[in-house]
């Protein structure tokens, strides 16, 4: 009998570490899985995340990228550029639109280049010309300076001090005599600003300087993240932290303008704490060149998605992964590397993400050959299982997705049930099938305890939390967090553990379960000494019967 159940307990054993060691994300020191946190607004900036960080700049809300119309106050008609760019400038539209919205280049607190929608920049080539929209590129002809009173009243002028107005054939021409008031005359504009939404790397350093901006980032890159972060994240569970980069990391210390040095300084910190504390990093290239989705948090300049369009974008953002596999792909503390956060459905092709994946992934495995290649799938209307259909690579490859019941008209209305209900129903049955498609692992890397319910309580939002934890606990290779600090209280993973609104170590579990199975339902370490003393015990008995 003894022996029977000797039997039965070594077969328990041997499954539980087949399972374990089947399942489990190699390098994690004993976890199964990621359970992670990204370290967003660090070393990529979101304005949004931290907004004081701009509080300082002058002019701060005509920041690179800002949208902007101007309307002539004598004939109460816009600045448009006909057909979008490419063309002539007039004054002569009732109603603004996209031909009448301009975005703004910064070139100083005062001083400005202007883009219009199809790119082209408003020209000016000296006194008495008129202003056209036909240059590619902007130099001091494409240059104005702004005045601006407190009614959302400007001037516009020349370097040369010329003022621009209005003509009798409706064109903006460079030769209004003397100094305009700001009664209704010709040289006189109502400037609306239509939106003001990137606060990203690119906004701050160029619109404070590179001198306070750099006092600015100094202090902020030293403060926002510490090493008692990683203690209390260690302390909570988390044992991997996903950490956003931008390209101009690799030309640390001397980034080219506006970017300020540093943040490669800050990232070997970010090692150093995480091996203090038996954890893992992700380093994941947030920004690249030229901006792969338009938004600020990949540092675009002007909301343009220019990545995709440029073989010298994307063959610099190669040699960044080369740089950073090459400093890190052998450090113990790393398990992967994040190729792209990101890439817009809209602007960036399937061919074309493909092709950099595959080269990318080719380059971790010149400098790791345990390292996991962490491949985004797009933003927008984009289906993650075409990356299971691409031969990106052979071992260790990894699709994250990012879920947010947020940014989408659906989820505006739902009740606090239907979106538990959408987490189980919908995310729980994308994740099980591509568990179980045969290809990369599941990496749920961007997730917060949000939604657009009005007045959730606590409650509430521990359900939800909950459901989301239960779910994105059976992705394959884990989840994180977005983001460990943030303004925004339910965006902060730290607020949520200590104000009990995000519960990480409960589970739906069998009740003999409990304490027992770590994150993805398997043997914790206890389970496994216990384990490890029956098997010793039956051994023991083993050897008693057969002697």
């Given at each position: 009998m003894e022996f029977v159940f000797c039997r039965w307990v070594l077969l328990a054993f041997l499954l539980f570490s087949r399972a374990h060691s089947?399942?489990?994300?190699?390098?994690?020191?004993?976890?199964?899985?990621?359970?992670?946190?990204?370290?967003?607004?660090?070393?990529?900036?979101?304005?949004?995340?931290?907004?004081?960080?701009?509080?300082?700049?002058?002019?701060?809300?005509?920041?690179?990228?800002?949208?902007?119309?101007?309307?002539?106050?004598?004939?109460?008609?816009?600045?448009?550029?006909?057909?979008?760019?490419?063309?002539?400038?007039?004054?002569d539209r009732d109603v603004p639109s996209s031909w009448e919205t301009f975005r703004l280049w910064r070139v100083s607190e005062s001083d400005f280049q202007f883009r219009t929608l199809k790119g082209q920049f408003l020209s000016c080539d000296g006194v008495g010309a008129s202003v056209t929209a036909t240059s590619e590129l902007p130099s001091s002809t494409e240059t104005f300076h702004i005045e601006r009173n407190n009614n959302n009243r400007v001037h516009i002028k020349l370097s040369s001090g010329t003022y621009l107005q209005v003509s009798s054939k409706n064109e903006l021409t460079a030769d209004y005599p003397g100094v305009p008031g700001w009664d209704d005359n010709a040289a006189t504009f109502e400037m609306t600003i239509v939106a003001n939404i990137l606060h990203g790397d690119y906004q701050l350093a160029n619109g404070y300087g590179h001198d306070k901006a750099k006092e600015v980032l100094s202090k902020h890159r030293s403060s926002y993240i510490r090493p008692e972060d990683f203690q209390f994240l260690y302390e909570h569970g988390i044992n991997t932290v996903r950490i956003p980069v931008g390209w101009w990391i690799a030309e640390d210390p001397n980034p080219p303008a506006p970017y300020i040095g540093g943040s490669l300084a800050s990232l070997d910190d970010a090692f150093s704490w995480a091996q203090t504390y038996n954890m893992k990093c992700i380093i994941d290239l947030h920004a690249a060149p030229g901006s792969q989705n338009g938004m600020e948090h990949s540092s675009s300049r002007d909301g343009s998605t220019d990545w995709p369009t440029s073989p010298a974008y994307i063959s610099q953002s190669l040699d960044v992964i080369d740089f950073l596999a090459s400093r890190y792909g052998n450090h113990p503390a790393l398990l992967g590397i994040?190729?792209?956060?990101?890439?817009?459905?809209?602007?960036?092709?399937?061919?074309?993400?493909?092709?950099?994946?595959?080269?990318?992934?080719?380059?971790?495995?010149?400098?790791?050959?345990?390292?996991?290649?962490?491949?985004?799938?797009?933003?927008?209307?984009?289906?993650?299982?075409?990356?299971?259909?691409?031969?990106?690579?052979?071992?260790?490859?990894?699709?994250?997705?990012h879920y947010y019941n947020l940014f989408d008209n659906f989820f505006s209305n739902m009740s606090t049930s239907e979106n538990i209900q959408f987490v189980h129903k919908s995310r729980e049955t994308q994740v099980e099938s591509l568990n179980a498609a045969n290809g990369p692992l599941v990496f749920v890397g961007e997730w917060v305890n949000e939604w657009s319910v009005a007045n959730g309580?606590?409650?509430?939002?521990?359900?939800?939390?909950?459901?989301?934890?239960?779910?994105?606990?059976?992705?394959?290779?884990?989840?994180?967090?977005?983001?460990?600090?943030?303004?925004?209280?339910?965006?902060?993973?730290?607020?949520?553990?200590?104000?009990?609104?995000?519960?990480?170590?409960?589970?739906?579990?069998?009740?003999?379960?409990?304490g027992y199975l770590d994150a993805g339902g398997l043997p914790n370490k206890q389970m496994q000494s216990y384990f490890l003393l029956l098997v010793s015990a039956c051994s023991y008995l083993y050897l008693r019967q057969i002697l």
């Amino acid at each position: 009998m003894e022996f029977v159940f000797c039997r039965w307990v070594l077969l328990a054993f041997l499954l539980f570490s087949r399972a374990h060691s089947a399942l489990g994300v190699d390098g994690l020191n004993g976890d199964t899985k990621v359970r992670g946190v990204n370290l967003g607004g660090w070393l990529v900036l979101e304005g949004w995340i931290k907004p004081s960080l701009f509080d300082g700049i002058p002019n701060g809300d005509m920041l690179d990228g800002t949208q902007v119309q101007f309307k002539s106050v004598s004939l109460n008609k816009y600045v448009t550029a006909q057909d979008g760019g490419g063309q002539s400038v007039s004054v002569d539209r009732d109603v603004p639109s996209s031909w009448e919205t301009f975005r703004l280049w910064r070139v100083s607190e005062s001083d400005f280049q202007f883009r219009t929608l199809k790119g082209q920049f408003l020209s000016c080539d000296g006194v008495g010309a008129s202003v056209t929209a036909t240059s590619e590129l902007p130099s001091s002809t494409e240059t104005f300076h702004i005045e601006r009173n407190n009614n959302n009243r400007v001037h516009i002028k020349l370097s040369s001090g010329t003022y621009l107005q209005v003509s009798s054939k409706n064109e903006l021409t460079a030769d209004y005599p003397g100094v305009p008031g700001w009664d209704d005359n010709a040289a006189t504009f109502e400037m609306t600003i239509v939106a003001n939404i990137l606060h990203g790397d690119y906004q701050l350093a160029n619109g404070y300087g590179h001198d306070k901006a750099k006092e600015v980032l100094s202090k902020h890159r030293s403060s926002y993240i510490r090493p008692e972060d990683f203690q209390f994240l260690y302390e909570h569970g988390i044992n991997t932290v996903r950490i956003p980069v931008g390209w101009w990391i690799a030309e640390d210390p001397n980034p080219p303008a506006p970017y300020i040095g540093g943040s490669l300084a800050s990232l070997d910190d970010a090692f150093s704490w995480a091996q203090t504390y038996n954890m893992k990093c992700i380093i994941d290239l947030h920004a690249a060149p030229g901006s792969q989705n338009g938004m600020e948090h990949s540092s675009s300049r002007d909301g343009s998605t220019d990545w995709p369009t440029s073989p010298a974008y994307i063959s610099q953002s190669l040699d960044v992964i080369d740089f950073l596999a090459s400093r890190y792909g052998n450090h113990p503390a790393l398990l992967g590397i994040e190729l792209l956060n990101e890439p817009s459905a809209s602007g960036v092709s399937l061919d074309i993400l493909v092709s950099y994946y595959s080269k990318g992934y080719q380059i971790v495995r010149n400098h790791s050959s345990t390292a996991y290649v962490i491949v985004c799938q797009r933003i927008g209307n984009a289906d993650p299982l075409e990356l299971y259909h691409a031969n990106i690579g052979l071992s260790n490859v990894v699709v994250d997705l990012h879920y947010y019941n947020l940014f989408d008209n659906f989820f505006s209305n739902m009740s606090t049930s239907e979106n538990i209900q959408f987490v189980h129903k919908s995310r729980e049955t994308q994740v099980e099938s591509l568990n179980a498609a045969n290809g990369p692992l599941v990496f749920v890397g961007e997730w917060v305890n949000e939604w657009s319910v009005a007045n959730g309580s606590q409650m509430d939002y521990q359900e939800f939390g909950r459901a989301q934890l239960d779910v994105y606990d059976t992705a394959s290779f884990g989840w994180a967090y977005w983001t460990l600090k943030n303004d925004r209280n339910h965006w902060d993973l730290e607020w949520n553990i200590r104000n009990n609104y995000l519960q990480l170590g409960q589970k739906s579990l069998p009740a003999w379960g409990y304490g027992y199975l770590d994150a993805g339902g398997l043997p914790n370490k206890q389970m496994q000494s216990y384990f490890l003393l029956l098997v010793s015990a039956c051994s023991y008995l083993y050897l008693r019967q057969i002697l």
